[in-house]
C-alpha cells in the first residue's frame, strides 16, 4: 500500500470509451509494464429511509480487489470505518432505516499493469448497466507519505499521460505529511464516481 | 500489495454471502468467592489444560438505533479488548509502542432471542460479528446510533472444542471517557456457555445442556 | 515362608533398594495376614458343643497353643520387618526426578503456577535437544569444508574489534541518535541481542545485524512492511518486497564492505551516516541526470565519500 493517485481520463469524440482504454494500455505496455490481472472496485450506497434522521443519510460501502477481503464504509459526512465482509449482513439487519438506493451500483473494472515498484490501472466506469468513463489509478508501493513522492509519481504519470496529467487529488491534499491509508484511494474512487452520478450520461 | 491475486473472484466482492449465524447461549452467574473453585472445575473440564486459562479485559459499548413511531430499536454492541497489544502491521508506520492498546474493534450484532419454540433447551439468537478499525465509534455516531450505555468486562475464557466459556466480571465506569476508575456492578460474576453455529444446527442444545450439568451445584446455568 | 523370604532379602539388599521395599511390603502383609489370623481366631473363641464336655479341656488348651503360634508368627513377622526397614538406604528415595519429584508433595499445588512453568520449560527443553541435534548433524555434516576455508581464509575477528566493549557499543549509539536527532533513530531491537533497527524517518527502516562493531548484516525494507517475524523475533532475512529496497539492500551491503578497513567505531559512524543520507530519497532527483526515476527507479545509489544521490545508471 503506497500513494495512490486516481484520475478521470476524458473519452474524446473521436474514440470510443474501449477504443481509448485500448489506446492507454498500449502507452502502458510500451514502458515495459506487465499485465498481472484485473482488478475491480465498486460501490453501492445505501439511503436512510426514516424521517428522525434529519435530511438523507447517505451510507457507501465499497469494496476494492486488492483487499479482497475488506468492506470500506464512507458517509456523506466523510466518517468512514474499515470492516471485514460481514459489515453487509449488518447493515442488512438495519434495513427497517437504512434502504440500498435503486440502480446505484458503480464500478470500475478492467486491467491491472506492474512497472517496477508502480502499479497502474485502467479502470471502466459503469453504473448499472451504463458505462460513463474511464478512470485511471496510479500507486507508487514503497514511499506512504504524499509529500515525499508526489514529484516522482507526477514525473511517472506524465510517461504515459502526457498533457492529461493530474493536480494532487483534494483527498491527498488534506494530508501531505500523513502516512496514507488504502480508505484515501477509496474517498479518491468515491469523489469520482459521485462526479459520474452528477455528470450528464454517458455514451 | 501482493502482485497476483489469486482467488479472488472479481464478481464476487459484493456479494451478499454473509452467513446466517446462530448463537446458542446459556447464561449463570457465580458469587465472587465461589469463583476459584468454578475456574478449577472448568480447567479440568475444558481443552488446553496444559495452559493457564486465558484472561480478556474488554471495553464494551452498547449503542442504539431508534425508530420515532414503534418497533424495536437496532442495538449494536462495539467492543474493544483493552489488553491485547498485537498491532496490526500496517498501524505501526513510525513507532513500536507495544503497551498502547489494540486497533481492532468488534461490532457485534445480537437479534431478540428466539421465543417461538418452547421445547429449545438454550436461548437462540441471530449473531453477527465484525472486525472494524478503531473508527466505529464515530461512525456508529455519524449514521445515526445513539451510545446507551458502557461497561468493562473483565475474566477468563475457555474452550470445549466449539463452544467458549466465558466467567465475566461487569465494571461500571464512574466517569465516561476513564477507564481506570470502575467500580463492580455485584458481588457476582457471569458465567456464559456460548456455541456460534450456522441456523438450523441441531443437538447443540443437548450438549450445551450436558455440559452445564458438570458445573453443578456450583452454577446452575440457565435459558435467558 | 519366613526364613525363604529372609534369605532372599539378604541377597536382594546387595543388589537393589527397590527389590528391598518391594520385600518390605510383602513383609508388612505377612504380619498383617497373621495379626489378622489371631484376631479371628480370639473372635471365634473356643468352640464348645453339649456333646462332647469332657473334650473341653482339650479343647481350650488347643485354643490356647494355637494363640500362642499365632502371636509367636506375629512377633517373628514384625522382626523381619523390623530388620528389613533398618536395611532400606534412606538417601536413595528422592527418584531421578531430583528436587521436583518433592512438587507432588506441596498440598497447594492447585494455587501456584508450577506445575504449568514445568510442563513448559520441559517443552522448551526437549525442542531445544531436537533442534540442537539437527544442527549438529548438520554441523557435522559441513566440517571437512567449513574449516578447510577458515584454515585458507584465516578470517579473524581483527583484535581491535574486541577491545569494543557492549557498553561502548550503546555509547557510540545513544551519541549518534542525539547527532542524527529525530531523522533518524537507531533502537536495539528486542529478545535479541547484536541487532538494531534503524528508523530512517518515513523513508525505510533497516535492519543492521552486528558483531560488537563489525556490521554483519544489513537489510532494508519499507516502512509499511512487516518487522516481527512472529510475536517475538524480528525478521532479519527476509528481502522487502519492493524493488526499490531490494537495490539499497545491495546498495548498503557493499557501503559496509566498502567502509570496514576504516578503524571500526569509524566504519560504524560513516555507514550510518551514509545511511542518513536516504533521508530524502523519494524527494532528491539524480545529481546527474535530473531526473527522478530511471528503470522506474528514484536515485538508489548515494556516493560513499559525497554522499549524493545518483541513479544506479548514472554513477561515474
Known sequence: MGVTCVCQWPVTESRTVQQTVEMLTRRIEVLGAVKTGNFCVDCETY???????NSTKLVHLMHNSEQPLTCFSITDTGAFLVADNHLEGIMQKLKGFYTPRKSARVESKGQRFELGDFLVKVGIVSIGPHTKGILVEVEYTPCIIVSDCWNLLSEFMQ??????????????????????????????????FNNFKKGPGGR | MTSSLPGVNLSNLASSSVPSLQEFVLQGSVVDSACDALLHRLRALCDN??????????????????????????????????????????????????????????LRYLGQSDISDKSRLVTVRSYLDCSTSEQLPQFLTDIGFRLDHEFVAKGH??????????????????????????????????????????????????????????????????KI | MCAVLFGNEKMAADTDNTKMLML??????????????????????????????????????HFVTQLHHNLCSVNDCFSDLEKLTSNIVKGSQGSSLGVTGFLSLDPVLDKTPMYQQVLQSYKWWTKLKEHSSHASSLLNYHTMRRSTSILGKKRKLQPSLLAYSLQAVDQLVSSLNRQFMDAMVITKVPNMPNVYQVTLGRTFYAIVGLQRLLIERVVIRGQHENIYMDERMVDIWTPSKYKVFQKITDHATSAM????????????FSFMKWLHSYQKLFCSPCRHCGQFLQDNLPPTWHDFRTLLPYHEGCRQ
Open chain 1, 47 to 53: 439511503q436512510s429511509s426514516v424521517p428522525t434522521i
Open chain 1, 159 to 192: 510517461s504515459f499521460m502526457g498533457n492529461q496529467l493530474p493536480s494532487m487529488p483534494t483527498t491527498l491534499l488534506a494530508k501531505q505529511d500523513l502516512p496514507v491509508t488504502p480508505v484515501d484511494t477509496m474517498m479518491q474512487y468515491l469523489e469520482h
Open chain 2, 49 to 106: 489444560v496444559d495452559r493457564a486459562p486465558e484472561t480478556f479485559q474488554d471495553h464494551e459499548m452498547v449503542y442504539l438505533l431508534r425508530t420515532s413511531g414503534p418497533g424495536n430499536p437496532v442495538v449494536l454492541r462495539a467492543r474493544h479488548a483493552r489488553d491485547q497489544h498485537n498491532m496490526p502491521w500496517n498501524y505501526s508506520y513510525f513507532c513500536f509502542d507495544l503497551n498502547a492498546p489494540s486497533f481492532f474493534r468488534q
Open chain 2, 157 to 222: 475464557m475457555f474452550r470445549k472444542g466449539k463452544m467458549k466459556v466465558t466467567i465475566t466480571k461487569i465494571f461500571k465506569i464512574l466517569t465516561p471517557g476513564n477507564l481506570e476508575a470502575l467500580e463492580p456492578l455485584s458481588i457476582s460474576q457471569l458465567v456464559e456457555l456460548s456455541i456460534i453455529a450456522p441456523s438450523g444446527t441441531d443437538g447443540i442444545g443437548e450438549d450445551m445442556r450436558a455440559f452445564a450439568e458438570q458445573l453443578r451445584p456450583l452454577v446452575s446455568m440457565e
Open chain 3, 24 to 61: 518390605a511390603i510383602f513383609a508388612v502383609q505377612k504380619l498383617r495376614e497373621n495379626v489378622n489370623k489371631t484376631f479371628s481366631s480370639l473372635h471365634d473363641g473356643v468352640k464348645t458343643s453339649t456333646e462332647d464336655e469332657a473334650n473341653v479341656d482339650g479343647k481350650v488348651k
Open chain 3, 257 to 268: 564492505l566498502h567502509y570496514q578497513p576504516l578503524r571500526p567505531d569509524m566504519c560504524f
